[in-house]
């Protein structure tokens, strides 16, 4: 599913809340320089943001954590939905393919997704302009894939230990993730 918005205002509006948390004190658990933690938490926020105007369309109440980070070094969450925690995570897109069910996606084990009722797993691509939301899955489930080091699908090395497994895992269909949210 594909995300209609400006990408462009989106990046802005990201970069700026990007700013403001790694200022405040958002937690480095890559030692990264301040440019590539601002980068870093750009991308995550432009899921985020992009996640925040898809209930908004949908008329989905929601409620964000925007605490500031001087007194801890992570937020609670991303939504908490009819008290149900989820997080949005967004990759960038580097290749010109479509995503699909084979690639793999690495969630960090330190994150501990079983804290999560859901987890929301997308896509930024800079080239096409889009931000895009392949599915969900419950953060307990998450919590059930093996932990590796490196991509199974690209080769490349995570930087922490990662919960891995394969796009195909996620559910697609958005309504199901709703119906779940308010079952109880």
Request: aromatic share 14%.
């Amino acid at each position: 599913m594909i995300t209609a918005l400006n990408l462009n205002q989106l990046k802005e509006e990201a970069l700026q809340r990007a700013r403001i948390m790694v200022e405040n004190g958002l937690y480095s658990r890559f030692r990264l320089s301040y440019q590539e933690r601002v980068k870093k938490a750009q991308l995550g926020c432009i899921g985020e943001l992009a996640f925040e105007k898809f209930l908004q369309n949908l008329g989905i109440p929601y409620q964000l954590d925007r605490e500031g980070f001087e007194n801890r070094n992570t937020d609670e969450f991303d939504f908490s939905i009819n008290n149900k925690i989820i997080d949005v995570k967004v990759a960038k897109k580097s290749t010109r393919n479509n995503p699909n069910d084979s690639w793999t996606y690495g969630y960090p084990e330190e994150q501990h997704p079983e804290r999560k009722d859901f987890v929301v797993i997308g896509w930024v691509d800079f080239v096409k302009n889009e931000v895009g939301f392949y599915g969900w899955l419950t953060g307990e489930r998450i919590a059930r894939f093996p932990v590796v080091e490196q991509n199974s699908y690209r080769g490349y090395r995570y930087l922490t230990p990662n919960h891995e497994f394969q796009w195909g895992e996620m559910n697609k269909n958005f309504g199901m993730l709703f119906h779940e949210i308010y079952r109880s």
